[in-house]
């Protein structure tokens, strides 16, 4: 056989597999498949999903601002979205959304309404749990948010600006976020989206490509586009049994008021310390489990536990349930000396009331 012939039929080989190769899909069938997904998952979660009018207190606002036209019924103070994850109504919203409210009203997609009541609330991950008072209720799946990544389709269901049941998609911006709730204290692992929301979105799910529930949207960030957040549903999926069971989360409390701050160099070498942060105290809170472990403002807090403390966010997330009414050793630096005392958190919530 010729060297010709022999180049030729291994050319005829090479056509032959690339005959066999699969066909790529096209852009249309790429968008058809994005379509399919997204009406699917809407599809799966759309009935779960209802829009929250909210009334309650509306400080400085005339008469003729609180009515409706003509027929002098209230109207709503403010609204959100929610959804129903049993089928025996018990809904997730943000807390902020029902704050203060004395009277809820959530209507869904198929219009069918009823009222709703506040189980418990937790301003610190900013999300609610309510009881709806509507038959036949569809209840959305929770899913895994630990398994979500960057790229990945999600898609955005509420009530933004009033227009009931609009739907959004986009994809995960990125995740592990942190973000401040209204009450001070940071929500961690938040996701971060650029599924377009608007207010009117505050409570509604954050679905997969299952229609599976993996996040409440809960914030937009003023003035910027396509930046919106979701409280991933591991942190609702742990709020949501001790709101049901006692109205509230508990977390401990020590009673100082304090701000994180940088240690220079030399005092971390010095002190032979494992973070350059630390929660510098400027205030004790008079009865407070602090002021009876006799520790002082300008205390310098770099340990808890077996834990080291690199700021005030660390000591919040060491506060936990199991903390409360605990002996714990905290360690403080005070003068540059290492200063070591037991501490007794005491409940945060039950402080609160």
């Known amino acids: 056989m010729t060297k010709l012939q022999l180049l030729a039929d291994g050319a005829s080989a090479e056509a032959s597999a690339f005959d066999r ?120 799946t929770l899913g895994d948010s630990t398994r979500l990544r960057p790229g990945q389709v999600v898609i955005a269901i509420g009530n933004p600006l009033g227009f009931a049941s609009t739907v959004t998609s986009g994809v995960v911006s990125a995740l592990g976020r942190t973000m401040r709730a209204q009450s001070g204290r940071l929500i961690d692992a938040v996701i971060q989206t650029d599924a377009a929301l608007n207010p009117g979105n505050s409570g509604g799910p954050l679905v997969d490509s299952r229609g599976e529930v993996v996040g409440i949207n809960t914030a937009i960030i003023s ?16 709020v949501i049994p001790q709101l049901i069971s006692e109205g509230r989360v508990r977390r401990g409390w020590i009673g100082v008021s304090g701000q994180s701050i940088q240690l220079s160099r030399r005092r971390v070498q010095l002190s032979h310390l494992s973070a350059a942060g630390a929660v510098l105290i400027t205030e004790i809170a008079p009865q407070s489990p602090a002021e009876a472990a006799g520790l002082k403002p300008r205390d310098i807090i770099v340990g808890f536990g077996e834990s080291v403390v690199g700021g005030i966010d660390d000591l919040q997330r060491l506060l936990t349930r199991e903390s409360i009414d605990r002996a714990v050793k905290i360690t403080v630096l005070r003068d540059g000396e290492h200063v070591a005392r037991w501490i007794i958190p005491a409940e945060d919530s039950a402080r609160r009331k």
């Open 21 to 140: 190769r699969p066909a790529r899909a096209t852009d249309a069938e790429l968008l058809d498949a994005y379509s399919a997904t997204v009406v699917g998952a809407v599809e799966r979660v759309g009935p779960s999903v209802a829009h929250l009018e909210v009334w309650g207190p509306i400080g400085g606002r005339s008469r003729r601002q609180r009515e409706r036209g003509g027929d002098g019924q209230p109207a709503p103070t403010g609204s959100g979205s929610g959804f129903v994850f049993t089928p025996d109504g018990f809904m997730l919203t943000n807390s902020h959304v029902v704050e203060l409210a004395t009277r809820i009203r959530a209507t869904f997609a198929d219009g069918t309404s009823g009222p709703a009541e506040i189980v418990g609330r937790d301003p610190d991950t900013d999300l609610a749990v309510l009881r709806v008072n509507v038959p036949a209720l569809t209840a959305a």
């Open 223 to 238: 003035g910027a586009q396509g930046i919106c957040f979701a409280v991933p549903v591991s942190t609702a999926q742990l």
